[in-house]
């Protein structure tokens, strides 16, 4: 990390207190920067927060962990070490795929398990998936080292980065369903490994070939789990964070960002009070920032952006222990291509839902009362999605007897009168309480057009003094991806300034 010399910039302010934002924070104040972060929020973490009621404990949004080796980065660079904060358990084995007609498959970080759960769903089929293994890890290899984790904007700059060998490698032109057909015949294998796309955006066939290294990554590094929940290692950030000198402002919504001759000039704040820096890092989304933290600045929002879908969440304190079903479960329609066609492309609601279901408690039972089950639900919606309160409540009750007739057909029984306390997000909900630009859950989408050199970056390119850190802007989506993305935008504030 370059250190700052150049007293004239060596405040920042960061905008949201999200993992990209504390970590933007934590890179820069390592960097010799003084920082302020304001959080609109009672409590920082953004999409990774934390639902309390009556003895049960929910993370909001994020329920899956995997790369821990970022986490592990972010401590090291200030000089403490990731287990000294956050106790994380593995969970393998980690998802299991169920389709309407009871076929399953079960993923799992073990080689001799994965074998003998391919060869039962697909005789035959593991040497595809050792063929599936080494094309993916190449692919990992290629995008950490040299396509996601670097600030280049320019597309041909960043194509001219890999060897003709590599660019092959990479897949990048194939979909992520031609990409996995290559290797798998069975639909069910080739079903489960291209749903991971939904989480970026797009539907298998749309989505670059590169991603199966999401697939890859979750059975290769294993699924994990911070003993206490996601919020545990959030609140290990913060401690970091305040640790190494960010100083944290909670309950502070920005309600502008002030622009002076194409400048940054400082920040206002809703209750009135304003901040004047001459560089400001949004965490934010950025159509979000764009569209209200720069109105009546003259600022020209930059073209649409292809956003994820919305989602809505269930939190459920349920009574007793639930059967026949592990900690994370993912229920696919019988035919996914028509549901992703009429989510991603129709923006409709499928006519056949897929969801998915964490039941944290399986693995930390601290998290519910004695004997009880914390249940979360997330189902993908059209993105936009708008509706009256009325309507959404007519929606929830409607989702909430499809998921429960879905559930009986595997077995897996408890009832309405078994929930003693549940919270439900609309994507209204997601949209006002985190600033999700229409309510999108995971940010932009990472279809090629949207990804690596072609992405937003994280630097405005309009306003000068203007970053942006987190899911919308590079390298993207998910908590990794943010922590990441916190460190890139710290070195190229570093790199402008110092
Ligand atoms: C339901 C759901 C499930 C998910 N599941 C997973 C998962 O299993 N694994 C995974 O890795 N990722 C998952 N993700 C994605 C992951 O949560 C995000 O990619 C990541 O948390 C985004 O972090 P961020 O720093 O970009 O932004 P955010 O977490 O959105 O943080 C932005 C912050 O800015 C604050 N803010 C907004 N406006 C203002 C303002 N005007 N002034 C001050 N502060 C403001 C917000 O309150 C928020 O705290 C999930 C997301 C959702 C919604």
Redesign the pocket.
């Known amino acids: 990390m370059i250190h700052s010399t150049n007293r004239a910039f060596r405040h920042v302010a960061v905008?949201?207190?999200?993992?990209?934002?504390?970590?933007a924070a934590i890179h820069l104040c390592l960097g010799g920067f003084e920082v302020t972060l304001?959080?609109?929020?009672e409590?920082?973490?953004?999409?990774?927060?934390q639902i309390t009621a009556e003895g049960f404990t929910f993370?909001?949004?994020?329920?899956?962990?995997?790369y821990p080796w970022v986490f592990e980065q972010l401590f090291g660079a200030a000089g403490y070490r990731l287990d000294e904060y956050v106790d994380l358990q593995p969970i393998d084995p980690s998802i299991r795929f169920y389709w309407p007609q009871g076929d399953h498959l079960q993923l799992t970080s073990s080689l001799t398990g994965l074998v003998r759960e391919f060869e039962r769903v697909a005789p035959g089929s593991s040497q595809g998936l050792f063929a599936f293994l080494a094309d993916a890890c190449n692919k990992y290899r290629i995008a950490f080292e040299k396509m996601a984790c670097r600030n280049i904007d320019n597309p041909v700059k960043w194509f001219a980065s890999l060897s003709l060998k590599e660019f092959f490698r990479t897949g990048i032109w194939r979909s992520l369903d031609r990409e996995i057909s290559r290797f798998f015949q069975n639909r069910f294998i080739r079903e489960a490994l291209g749903s991971y796309g939904m989480?970026l955006g797009g539907s298998p066939q749309e989505l670059p070939g590169i991603f199966t290294i999401l697939s890859y990554g979750e059975m290769a590094m294993g699924l994990w789990v911070p003993r206490g929940g996601?919020f545990t290692l959030v609140k290990g950030i913060e401690t970091l964070a305040r640790r190494v000198g960010v100083r944290i402002l909670t309950g502070?919504?920005?309600?502008q960002i002030l622009i002076r001759e194409g400048k940054v000039a400082g920040l206002k704040?809703?209750n009135g009070r304003s901040d004047d820096c001459p560089i400001v890092i949004?965490?934010?989304?950025v159509p979000?920032?764009q569209h209200?933290?720069l109105s009546g600045n003259g600022h020209r929002p930059s073209k649409p952006m292809k956003m994820t879908p919305s989602?809505m969440?269930f939190y459920w304190g349920v009574r007793g222990k639930i059967r026949n079903a592990g900690h994370h479960s993912i229920f696919m329609p019988q035919e996914p291509d028509k549901a992703y066609e009429e989510l991603i492309r129709q923006k409709r609601i499928p006519r056949e839902l897929p969801f998915y279901m964490?039941i944290a408690s399986k693995t930390d039972p601290s998290l519910a009362p004695p004997g009880d089950s914390t249940v979360f639900i997330?189902v993908p919606l059209p993105q936009p999605f708008h509706l009256d309160q009325e309507d959404y409540l007519a929606l929830k009750q409607e989702i909430k007897e499809r998921i429960f007739k879905r559930l009986g057909r595997h077995g897996i029984k408890f009832s309405t009168a078994d929930i003693v306390t549940e919270k439900v997000?609309t994507p209204a909900d997601?949209g006002k309480?985190?600033?999700?630009f229409q309510g999108s859950?995971?940010?932009a989408a990472h279809t090629l057009s949207q990804m690596g050199a072609l992405r937003y970056p994280n630097k405005d390119r309009h306003v000068k003094g203007l970053y942006y850190?987190?899911?919308?802007?590079t390298p993207?989506?998910?908590?990794?991806?943010?922590v990441i993305?916190?460190r890139m935008t710290a070195e190229r504030v570093c790199i402008d300034v110092c």
């Not at 409590?43 to 927060?49: D, I």
């Not at 993207?476 to 943010?482: K, R």
């Open positions: 905008v949201g207190g999200g993992l990209g934002g504390l970590s304001y959080e609109a929020n409590r920082v973490g953004g999409r990774a927060s993370d909001t949004g994020p329920t899956l962990l995997n989480y996601i502070q919504r920005v309600k704040l809703t949004s965490n934010v989304d979000t920032t209200h933290l989602v969440t964490s997330l997000m997601w309480r985190f600033g999700l859950a995971f940010g850190a987190g899911a919308s802007t993207g989506t998910g908590l990794p991806m943010v993305s916190g």
